[in-house]
């Protein structure tokens, strides 16, 4: 069964019920397990961390809840039903968009551009219907359009929509990928550490930004990251993995006093 309740966090957000059930779920790569029977739930509008030290499994594990892995044990529930195998342009139509821990955008191309790749899952019209059907093709192009636009404003990245990509400092790549993710108007957004690499400054707006994001359009995400101040701030719940197990699952209070989870963080030596 699956959780449908809606609860209130400390600081008055509602949450709503299971969007995404993993269950039982190991990973393995040869003879590398990982991920070791890890369940946890993803519930509706809540900021979801995965933490833990480095090789913990985290990038492993948003690669399940991605559905690029398939596990080799266990099972993703996705919206009340077992997610069969997909492939990418599959996840996207679930509504399900990423960005990547190293940047993965078109560097030759301009911001425009790049976001409206994040519009092709939404592209119907094929070459052939838009020879013959030249207005569905018009209207929809108008449509993608200003949904891209709307990103472009909402991240506040106007002042570079002409630029290519290449010649952006690091920070605003990071808004770039996030804003072609967004494109895809996602309901389950995942971003692999999305603050990695960044100054405070481009922290605190990227911090900002993805508040926005899960306020404005109550898009739920889940993602990695390793600054721990920014994770105990913008998340509701916080999961801890350590050497592919999961050691911790709770709200960033109970997370940050649960005592294996300050061990595997201070390095403390395992049985
Ligand atoms: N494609 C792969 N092939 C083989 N082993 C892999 C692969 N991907 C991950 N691993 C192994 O699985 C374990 C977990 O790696 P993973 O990258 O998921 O951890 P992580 O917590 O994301 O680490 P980091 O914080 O350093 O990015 C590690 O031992 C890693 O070497």
Known sequence: MLDTDTFTTPDGRTIGGTVMDLRNITLR??????????????????????????????SSMLNVISGFYVPQEGEVWYRGKPRPQMKPYEVAQQGIARTFQNIALFEGMSVLDNVMCGRLGHMNTNILSQAIWWGKAAKEE???????????????????RKTPVGRLPYGLKKRVELARALAAQPSLLLLDEPMAGMNVEEKEDMSRFILDVNDEFGTT?????????????????????????????GTPDEVRNNQDVIDAYLGVAHD
């Open 142 to 160: 108008t449509e993608n359009r200003a949904v891209v636009e709307r990103v472009i404003d909402f991240l506040e990245i106007q002042a570079i």
């Open 29 to 58: 790569f040869g003879g590398v397990e990982a991920i070791k029977d890890i369940s946890f739930d993803i519930r509706e509008g809540e900021i979801r961390a995965i933490i833990g030290p480095n090789g913990a499994g985290k």
């Open 221 to 249: 995400i889940a993602l990695i990251e390793h600054d721990m101040g920014v994770v105990m701030d913008l998340s509701d719940r916080v999961v801890v993995m350590d050497y592919g197990r999961k050691i911790g699952d």
